[in-house]
């Protein structure tokens, strides 16, 4: 089983359109969670990190549910500059506080 | 603007050969940087984690006698694919660590895109 699971996409909306992305991760140890988002060719920029009691930042909103393990990102009123993968990231404390990332959920916004 | 860069940007080198890549941090001292590798349509790998004045560690899998790694200052790491191969063609991205940021955030380096012909 993978540490971090994301489902891969892609996912194609049209502009303005509000969409979900989900993750789960596999070590109920971990403490940090982040929101990455990777343009092609190019590398991963933290979006945002995800508190236990969610948070948002502008059309952005995270949430975290540590009982079920699972981490969500909405976006609102998508532009079409949102296109990029999604790279849903655990910080894992034992063996050093390492970044563990998913694979990435590909959205697409189209006009 | 970036607070780690990398340099360089992009790297064709033959069979055999070695290749030095640099990550600076800009902004901040790091005292420990990350180094990744990305295959194309997959995520990020952890290759080793690199401490100012010590030794890397490494993740499993990853040879450290081919993946030298150099972290002399606190802003300057280095990692060093000796005799590359073809499968070693990868992008490479280091990353930073603020030790004075509120979480584990880590910053990433431009990358570098390494192709061995």
């Known amino acids: 089983r993978k540490e971090v699971e994301q489902d891969p996409g892609p996912f194609n909306v049209p502009e303005g359109a509000t969409v979900a992305f989900n993750c789960t991760y596999s070590?109920?140890?971990?403490?940090?969670f982040f929101w990455y988002r990777q343009d092609c060719r190019k590398e991963p920029k933290l979006l945002m990190s995800v508190y236990s009691s969610g948070n948002e930042d502008g059309r952005f909103t995270a949430q975290l549910n540590r009982a079920s393990q699972y981490i969500s990102l909405l976006i609102r009123d998508s532009k079409l500059s949102d296109s990029a993968t999604y790279l849903c990231?655990?910080?894992?404390?034992?063996?050093?506080?390492?970044?563990?990332f998913g694979a990435g959920t590909i959205l697409r916004v189209k006009s | 603007g970036a607070v780690v860069s990398q340099h360089p940007s992009r790297v064709i080198c033959k069979s055999g050969t070695s290749v030095k890549i640099e990550c600076r941090s800009l902004?901040?001292?790091?005292?420990?940087m990350f180094w990744y590798r990305q295959f194309p349509k997959q995520s990020l790998m952890l290759m080793a984690t690199s401490n100012e004045g010590s030794k890397a560690t490494y993740e499993q899998g990853v040879e450290k006698d081919k993946f030298l790694i150099n972290h002399a200052s606190l802003t300057l790491s280095t990692l060093t694919v000796t005799s590359a191969h073809p499968e070693d063609s990868s992008f490479y991205i280091c990353?930073?660590?603020?030790?004075?940021?509120?979480?584990?955030?880590?910053?990433f380096g431009p990358g570098t895109r390494l192709t061995v012909t």
């Open positions: 990231v655990v910080n894992e404390v034992w063996g050093g506080n390492k970044l563990v």
């Open positions: 070590n109920s140890a971990s403490q940090s």
């Open positions: 990353s930073a660590r603020n030790p004075k940021g509120a979480g584990y955030e880590q910053y």
């Open positions: 902004d901040f001292q790091a005292t420990t």
